[in-house]
């Protein structure tokens, strides 16, 4: 290759020669002078140079460009292996020509091309992940601005497997914000099946684009927070609605029993005034209160207040006699201390208000009853000796009869009676004191006298023990009287037969 050439210059040397040969031999015919000739070779060899230094400019800037074209090459290379995070693995031969680097750098070029290409398609898919949870989540860009863009000149793997696990994060947050969204329409759908409110309507009211299909096609932030907003708004309107049942209920039950009202009546609100002691988490039953449910018992309170003027007076004078009737068994006097105006005078010109004055019946019979309770005991027992009482009198009477011995009629079982009344009459002693020390305990702790039908219990007794012993006195000086007359009458028989 060197031989061939050197070879080309010798060659244009021996044919410059023989052309110049020839020109020598045009001038010599011409007769041209040697000044011309010199002009013209002088030319020549200017023309020479110039051709030359083109041709060699031209090389320059040929083999300028084939090294720029590898520097570039080069440097697309190294920029694409730091982009990649790799070391540049291409190294240039010195042995070469530059032709020859340059080919042999294209293919690593384009390798290099090629993965970046790949690897941008890797990110450019997570990328495309990232922004579409983005989007359904709502994101603003500064939230994940880092994570949105593709870096060119960060295209490593670790930049990479930053983003793809990001993905998880989202996906996570997507998945939480879903069940949150569903667990806060289900709180609604429930909230508004007890109120009775229109589910659909009032999703709406939140967000236009809500429905029952099960697709959610937002899940930001901000519908969270209104739909939290809104599960507030219902919890609390369940809250004054829950009052309010529990008010009108507690208002029927009130009218119900002032009026007596029947079972059957009282049972058609059965499911709303058993939610009279319920809390909050225990209403959950379809339309319990729902504004219809609370109207149509206002409705109800509304009628039976209408007719408890009316209807009062009965169930007054029943619940008067069922006072008075507890007080005469129990030989009790009502207290007209306490006792209020129940004439109907007052209570229709409205003087006194019928709940209260039943109110202050109810309280009487109450405290009427919780004294019979305690009086019990004492009463039976004081029965029984007002019972002995009797028959003590009747044994008296008996006694006092001068033909109870007698044949007749009855004459047995008067014997019998008397038999055992004197039995019982000598119980009586006992029985006094034991009423006497039962009396006086109950007294005591009560702080106030055992009545009976207006009479103290203990003056009873004591008027009891103080006739007895007038009764034994008079027997005493009965029998002592008539001693002293059979004395008489011996002595005046005597006086007879001796005047005789």
């Keep these: 290759m060197n031989n061939s050439q050197s070879e080309k210059p010798l060659h ?63 440097a697309e290379i190294a920029k694409i292996c730091a982009a990649l995070g790799e070391q540049s693995s291409y190294a240039r031969q010195s042995s070469r020509s530059l032709k020859e680097e340059l080919e042999a750098i294209k293919p690593k070029l384009e390798e290099m091309k090629r993965r970046k290409g790949e690897r941008k398609n890797q990110f450019a898919a997570v990328v495309d992940q990232i922004q579409t949870f983005s989007k359904e989540l709502c994101l603003h860009f500064q939230e ?88 507030n708004r219902l919890e609390e309107l369940k809250k004054q609605r829950l009052l309010r049942l529990q008010d009108l209920a507690t208002t029927l039950i009130g009218l119900w029993s002032l009026m007596d009202t029947p079972l059957e009546e009282q049972q058609k609100f059965y499911d709303f005034t058993r939610h009279i002691a319920a809390s909050e988490n225990e209403i959950n039953e379809p339309n319990v209160l729902s504004a219809d449910s609370l109207q149509h018992a206002e409705a109800e309170v509304s009628r039976l207040q209408a007719m408890k003027s009316t209807k009062m007076k009965e169930v007054l004078l029943r619940k008067r006699l069922e006072l008075e009737e507890i007080c005469r068994k129990a030989h009790l006097v009502i207290e007209t201390q306490n006792s209020v105006d129940f004439s109907v005078e007052a209570i229709e010109s409205g003087a006194i208000d019928p709940s209260y004055l039943l109110e202050q019946i109810e309280v009487q019979i109450s405290k009427v009853k919780e004294e019979t309770f305690s009086r019990r005991e004492i009463l039976e027992k004081l029965e029984k000796w007002l ?34 009344a004197r039995v019982l009459v000598n119980k009586i002693p006992a029985m006094v004191e034991t009423l006497r020390l039962r009396a006086s305990a109950w007294q005591k702790e009560r702080d106030h006298e055992f009545l009976y039908d207006r009479v103290a219990i203990l003056y009873m007794l004591e008027q009891y023990c103080v006739l007895k012993q007038e009764r034994e006195l008079e027997r005493q000086r009965l029998r002592d009287q008539k001693k002293l007359q059979g004395q008489l009458m011996v002595e005046q028989e005597a006086l007879f037969w001796f005047n005789t």
């Design 387 to 420: 019972a002995a009482c009797d028959e003590e009198f009747w044994l008296e009477e008996f006694n006092r009869d001068e033909n109870r011995y007698h044949g007749g009629k009855g004459t047995h079982r008067n014997l019998k009676r008397a038999e055992k």
């Design 12 to 74: 244009m040397e021996t044919t410059c020669g023989s052309l110049l040969s020839e020109m020598q031999r045009i001038w010599d015919e011409m007769g041209e002078p040697d000044i011309e000739r010199d002009k013209m070779l002088f030319e020549l060899q200017q023309e020479c140079l110039e051709a030359y230094r083109r041709k060699v400019n031209q090389a320059s800037c040929c083999r300028a460009q084939l090294q720029q074209t590898i520097a570039d090459s080069e």
């Design 144 to 231: 994940n601005a880092q994570m949105s863009v593709i870096d060119e000149n960060d295209l490593s793997v670790k930049r990479l497997e930053e983003m793809q696990n990001y993905l998880p994060a989202l996906q996570k947050e997507k998945s939480d914000r879903l069940k949150l969204l569903v667990d806060n329409l289900t709180t609604i759908n429930s909230l508004c099946v007890v109120l009775g409110v229109d589910y659909k309507q009032t999703i709406a009211e939140v967000d236009p684009t809500l429905d029952d299909s099960c697709v959610l096609k937002n899940i930001s932030k901000d519908l969270i927070f209104k739909l939290s907003a809104m599960i």
